[in-house]
């Protein structure tokens, strides 16, 4: 069974982040009241005209720039026509011919190397309204209905649920980080159909379509379950049917769904309402240099400043913080990050507050960050002041006095004073060169008492160790 390669491609939904629909002036928002933020146009009544929203395109295109696409200067909507009760028209406005983005791709990480997932196309077009199963009846919301969507599809390119997953935890961090959506699949608005098959030969299988699947994680399951599947059948001669399936997480399998007997016919053709869309180069050039600083160029700054991959991949998975090292020009980025990831993202956490909404200042994280960075203050000092340094408007030096926080940071001073605890306790300088690891803590602990807290722990400890080298 180890014999058969498995064949992956993706479409992927995604909703753009503008604040009204792609046809209407209809609010674009979540968890709007059922069937609230809607107008005629978006219910499909008669005589009604949909109007283009720029900033739905701008993002949409966007999307085409970061995935590297080749991007239709003129292009034209069309329609898709098919009857299904969420779409009250009997169509969807989509683009089939003229796509805003083609031929791209993007670069995703694995073990062995990155490899590249071609972009066969990205196409604006609307969402449909929600449907609702409850009881033995059905509900539509049509807050849904016209929500601006970008559809994604790839070539297909991914052998494996690692790779499958790589592509769209990459995507969707492009998609973040571009500010096209928010992608929140927990809500609706990145949501994956998969098509998988497999086969022993170069020539590729019969494919099935895995549709809207909930989570990343899910859809590395819903592979390995459908290839299982259909290797099972092939292993007993039996035929493989195109078909349309779901992913039951509960049972890790694939239903079906329904049989594809025969190809669509949606009649596509020119929507009529809307006019021909032309793209001019001062439009497409704005877009491009208006980009938000994306991943990879964060990713290489923060590996550049000396910090970990583990603790800059972190980084680039919360935005906030991320965009909150943006702030600084010149800063120690191993310290800055160990601050952002460890205490704060802990005081966040306890809080349930995100950084923007503290009255952690720009300038007083600065004086932090480079008052650690010159063993001024100790990573002790910063748990004890951590509360204040998040919830008041004041100074560093304010905090700090109001604390009573006040280092010795004179090495000449602290090394008079090491050596004066070292004469007073040569029992414990015995034990020490006798290998006694406690002997250490101990003096330590007489230092700290005799500078009442006031000295830096690790200047402190670096001369201690120096001093005792030459005993």
């Known amino acids: 069974m180890n014999d058969y390669k498995k064949t992956i491609g993706i479409e992927v939904h995604v909703e753009l982040k503008t604040n009204t629909k792609m046809f209407s002036s209809a609010t674009n928002g979540f968890g709007i009241t059922a069937n609230h933020n809607i107008t005629p146009i978006d219910l ?5 005209l949909p109007l283009i929203n720029q900033n739905g395109v701008e993002l949409a295109l966007r999307a085409a720039v970061v995935l590297n696409c080749q991007i239709n200067k003129e292009m034209h909507f069309d329609r898709k026509n098919y009857f299904y009760p969420d779409l009250p028209k ?4 989509t683009q089939a011919r003229t796509p805003i983005g083609v031929n791209g791709y993007i670069m995703i990480p694995l073990e062995s190397g990155e490899k590249k997932i071609r972009i066969h196309d990205i196409h604006i077009e609307e969402d449909t309204a929600k449907s609702l199963h409850q009881e033995g009846h059905s509900y539509l919301d049509f807050n849904r209905a016209g929500v601006p969507l970008v559809e994604i599809v790839t070539e297909p390119d991914m052998n494996s649920d690692i790779e499958a997953m790589a592509y769209l935890e990459k995507l969707r961090e492009l998609l973040l980080y571009a500010n096209v959506s928010d992608c929140k699949m927990e809500e609706g608005s990145m949501r994956c159909d998969v098509n998988v098959s497999v086969s022993k030969t170069e020539k590729l299988g019969t494919r099935s379509e895995i549709k809207n699947i909930g989570s990343i994680h899910n859809v590395g399951l819903a592979i390995n379950a459908e290839a299982k ?9 039996e035929k493989i049917i195109e078909d349309t399936r779901r992913y039951d997480e509960k049972n890790n399998q694939t239903i079906l769904m329904r049989v594809k007997e025969t190809g669509n016919d949606y009649r596509y053709f020119p929507e009529p309402d809307i006019p021909y869309l032309s793209l ?5 050039k704005n877009v491009q240099e208006n980009l938000p600083v994306m991943p990879e160029e964060r990713r290489k700054t923060y590996l550049d400043g000396g910090i970990s991959k583990i603790n800059a991949d972190k980084l680039i998975q919360n935005r ?20 952002l990831l460890g205490d704060i993202s802990s005081y966040l956490n306890k809080s349930n507050v995100s950084l923007n909404n ?14 650690l960075e010159k063993k001024e203050l100790s990573s002790k000092n910063v748990k004890d002041i951590l509360n204040d340094l998040m919830e008041k408007e004041c100074s560093l030096d304010e905090i700090l006095s109001s604390n009573n926080i006040q280092n010795i940071s004179d090495v000449s001073l602290l090394r008079e004073i090491v050596l004066n605890i070292i004469k007073a306790n040569e029992a414990s300088v015995k034990d020490y060169k006798e290998g006694k690891d406690r002997a250490i803590k101990y003096l330590m602990g007489q230092i700290m008492k005799e500078t009442k807290g006031s000295a830096n722990p690790s200047v402190v400890n670096q001369i201690l160790i120096d001093e005792l080298t030459k005993l």
Request: no cysteine; net charge negative; glycine share 6%.
């Open 44 to 48: 499909g009544y008669p005589g009604t």
């Open 90 to 93: 009997g169509y969807q406005i």
């Open 229 to 237: 599947r259909q290797i099972e059948l092939l292993e007993k001669s």
């Open 280 to 284: 001019s180069d001062a439009f497409i």
């Open 320 to 339: 906030e913080l991320s965009d909150y090292l943006l702030n600084f020009s010149k800063i120690n980025l191993v310290i800055a990050s160990n601050l």
């Open 358 to 371: 503290t009255k952690l200042t720009i300038e007083n994280f600065k004086q932090v960050v480079d008052k």
